[in-house]
């Protein structure tokens, strides 16, 4: 499969993450680009990739500003392209996972929520299936937020992600890419 994994990270929590994507999709024999978003201001055909991952931290509900920009880029070329179709036709074979790293303080896991549709809805718009969606909890960093860490809804989420948080990553990586195998259109 051809795989575009793409994120946004602010303090490394979201690319934890997406390093680990990268490399159960590589050692399973697919080409991987991937991508930080943050460093980099471009627009791909979505299109020319049979499964796109977009990973961000969350902020106030919805994804970081560099992801959200990439949006905002890609819906822009999708409408010059004529991409988005009444009704949103299905494309065969392309797909796409969301996922986001949040430490949800206040309302736990509901504040991953808005961010994780948010960025599923531009590939619903174009016609590609999101396969999956993932939160995955991820500590804050800045140390004027640390408080956070010992004192949200989670509870004690120092130091997460964690190895066991990105052994589930993998897990699921490896089985969305198994169940993903016999969709792909050639």
């Given at each position: 499969m051809e795989i575009l994994n793409l994120y946004g990270s602010l303090n490394g929590q979201t690319e934890k993450v997406a390093l680990e994507i990268a490399k159960v999709a590589?050692?399973?024999?697919h080409n991987v680009s991937t991508v930080n978003l943050k460093k980099e201001g471009v627009i791909f055909d979505l299109l020319k990739y049979d499964l796109t991952f977009v990973g961000s931290g969350v902020y106030t509900w919805l994804p970081g500003k560099s992801v959200?920009?990439?949006?905002?880029?890609?819906?822009?070329?999708?409408?010059?392209?004529?991409?988005i179709l009444p009704g949103s036709p299905r494309v065969p074979g392309k797909f796409a996972c969301v996922y986001c790293t949040y430490a949800g303080p206040h309302t736990g896991e509901a504040e991953a929520i808005p961010a994780i549709k948010y960025m599923g809805q531009?590939?619903?718009?174009?016609?590609i299936s999101v396969a999956d969606e993932w939160s995955v909890v991820g500590a804050f960093v800045p140390g004027k937020m640390q408080h956070f860490n010992t004192s949200g809804r989670l509870g004690n989420i120092e130091g997460r992600p964690n190895a066991d948080d990105l052994k589930q990553?993998?897990?699921?990586?490896?089985?969305?890419?198994s169940s993903l195998q016999e969709c792909v259109v050639d």
């Open positions: 590589e050692q399973a024999g959200k920009e990439w949006i905002e880029r890609q819906l822009g070329y999708a409408r010059d392209n004529d991409l531009l590939f619903d718009h174009l016609g990553v993998r897990e699921k990586t490896a089985g969305l890419l």
